[in-house]
T-cell receptor
Framework: DAGVTQSPTHLIKTRGQQVTLRCSPKSGHDTVSWYQQALGQGPQFIFQYYEEEERQRGNFPDRFSGHQFPNYSSELNVNALLLGDSALYLC????????????????FGDGTRLSIL | DAKTTQPNSMESNEEEPVHLPCNHSTISGTDYIHWYRQLPSQGPEYVIHGLTSNVNNRMASLAIAEDRKSSTLILHRATLRDAAVYYCILRSVMEYGNKLVFGAGTILRVKS
């Protein structure tokens, strides 16, 4: 039973470029969340996708956008990259988006390390 | 989102028990206490969660104070593999979706 998989594992970009990160959720999960983790800090919530729509969003600018596909996989897109976007980007999956879903554990991938030069 | 307070770091000897504290004085009646840990170069991993009663699983135990304003994650016999950042997080059962609000966590170092 494959867990959450993310690709690529590492990526180097330059300022102003655009990047797309990919995530396949754990088998049976239909909800995908994305987090940004700067060095030495805890992960920060970017947004969550369920039924192919963005359902919840953290305090991130519109340069950060996403998509969820019918097979529940997801992409995170970041436009006009800044040096401050250098971070570990984590994808987490879970089942369902309903009241009480907060007690379900989230399953995380090992992330994509994005470096901006 | 309700806040938690954890020590920045702790140190333990291998094979000894570890008690990781978490304060959450503003916890509400619908908040569950969740613990995740993050090993080096990996994503966070769910450890345990509870509401009022103490909880045990294969990884750890969670002891919750009677007033619920604090809790303690207990690793019964620390191993080198338990060296990680441990996050204590409150989650409301009333909320839709399940975003996690991480603090800085506690860095646990295990000495051999």
């Amino acid at each position: 039973d494959a867990g959450v998989t993310q690709s690529p594992t590492h990526l180097i970009k330059t300022r102003g470029q655009q990047v797309t990160l990919r995530c396949s959720p754990k088998s049976g999960h239909d909800t995908v969340s994305w987090y940004q983790q700067a060095l030495g800090q805890g992960p920060q919530f970017i947004f969550q996708y369920y039924e192919e729509e963005e359902r919840q969003r953290g305090n991130f600018p519109d340069r950060f956008s996403g998509h969820q596909f019918p097979n529940y996989s997801s992409e995170l897109n970041v436009n006009a990259l800044l040096l401050g976007d250098s971070a570990l980007y984590l994808c987490a999956s879970s089942l369902g988006r309903r009241q009480g879903a907060g007690n379900q554990p989230q399953h995380f991938g090992d992330g994509t390390r994005l470096s901006i030069l | 989102d309700a806040k938690t307070t954890q020590p920045n770091s702790m140190e333990s000897n291998e094979e000894e028990p570890v008690h990781l504290p978490c304060n959450h004085s503003t916890i509400s009646g619908t908040d569950y206490i969740h613990w995740y840990r993050q090993l080096p170069s990996q994503g966070p991993e769910y450890v345990i969660h509870g509401l009022t009663s103490n909880v045990n699983n294969r990884m750890a135990s969670l002891a919750i104070a009677e007033d619920r304003k604090s809790s303690t994650l207990i690793l019964h016999r620390a191993t080198l593999r338990d060296a990680a950042v441990y996050y204590c997080i409150l989650r409301s059962v009333m909320e839709y979706g399940n975003k996690l609000v991480f603090g800085a966590g506690t860095i646990l170092r295990v000495k051999s």
